[in-house]
């Protein structure tokens, strides 16, 4: 079965230094991989996705991630944390059954707050 | 392009009554699908329509029912509402049924409470 684990719960960092939020997946073939933020009271934005094209992706607002198969990890960082970072982060696998479904898992999520 | 759109924004009911919440996709959208988000349960996926067909089902009792009509739109409907079913139920929607490059993109969600 195809599933995320967050390896974080909470991660706090200091206004400009890197943000390193940890994501692990099991999947039995390749998978379809998704960061989404959520803002207090905010829906869901998605950041960026994988989808086999290249190991290296980047998203919005500065952050990106690399799809490591060998390490079976999605790691998301952004070299320079800004105060309005501050938010909860999903990593989230699309159970892509040939296409046919759109069901997506969600990892835990990981509080990121970020010190002035 | 308008975003998806979810009515009401907050819902109070109490043990027992139904509640059926409403999401607009993005324009020219296919698919729609439902989420719960609890504090201790995190974010699980309820179901998803495709052309006013359920195409995926997820672990929820028969109380948790949809529907999508011809344009797209989907409503969802809780009956005989439990303590347990208070959450933000979030909608999503995407061009087509799946596909590894298939994107969701959520609505700001339905704060429901039950008292």
């Known amino acids: 079965a195809q599933s995320v684990t967050q390896l974080d719960s909470h991660v706090s960092v200091s206004e400009g230094t890197p943000v390193l939020l940890r994501c692990n997946y099991s999947s039995s073939y390749s998978p379809s991989l998704f960061w989404y933020v959520q803002h207090p009271n905010k829906g869901l934005q998605l950041l960026l996705k994988?989808?086999?094209?290249?190991?290296l992706v980047k998203g919005i607002n500065g952050f990106e991630a690399e799809f490591k198969k060998s390490e079976t990890s999605f790691h998301l960082t952004k070299p320079s944390a800004h105060m309005s970072d501050a938010a909860e982060y999903f990593c989230v696998v699309n159970l892509n059954y040939g296409g046919a479904t759109n069901k997506l898992i969600f990892g835990t999520g990981t509080l990121l707050a970020v010190q002035p | 392009k308008a975003g998806v759109t979810q009515t009401p924004r907050y819902l109070i009911k109490t043990r027992g009554q139904q509640v059926t919440l409403s999401c607009s996709p993005i324009?020219?959208?296919?698919?729609v699908s439902w989420y719960q988000q609890t504090p201790g349960q995190g974010l699980q996926f309820l179901f998803e329509y495709f052309s006013e067909t359920q195409r995926n089902k997820g672990n929820f009792p028969g109380r948790f029912s949809g529907r999508q009509f011809s344009n797209s739109r989907s409503e969802m409907n809780v009956s005989t509402l439990e303590l347990g079913d208070s959450a933000l139920y979030l909608c999503a929607s995407s061009l087509s049924a799946g596909g590894a490059t298939d994107t969701q993109y959520f609505g700001p969600g339905t704060r429901l409470t039950v008292l």
């Open positions: 324009s020219g959208h296919r698919s």
């Open positions: 994988y989808t086999s094209a290249a190991t």
